[in-house]
């Protein structure tokens, strides 16, 4: 998987009860931040286009609506454990 999917999952199955439009979202938040911070540095901003905005705005929607009708059965390889010590 790309580290970005990745991330995702983690941030999805770990932290935000599987919602994967919130998990999306947040693992979008350090490329924007960076993107942001290049642009006031050089005034300018190459790797940005339609496609990434849409990636932005509906991956996470989209992910949710596979996994609800086009695929429901899917088992996902992130389980959740309780550690409790000892």
């Known amino acids: 998987m790309h580290p970005n999917d990745d991330t995702t999952n983690i941030l999805r199955f770990f932290y935000l009860k599987g919602n994967s439009t919130a998990a999306q979202v947040i693992d979008f938040v350090p490329p924007t931040i960076v993107v942001i911070i290049a642009f006031f540095m050089t005034g300018n901003i190459f790797s940005v286009n339609i496609a990434t905005l849409f990636s932005i705005l509906f991956n996470g929607v989209l992910i949710a609506t596979a996994?609800?009708?086009?695929?429901?059965?899917?088992?996902?390889?992130?389980?959740?454990?309780n550690i409790v010590e000892k």
């Open 67 to 81: 996994d609800k009708l086009i695929w429901p059965s899917l088992k996902h390889n992130f389980k959740v454990k």
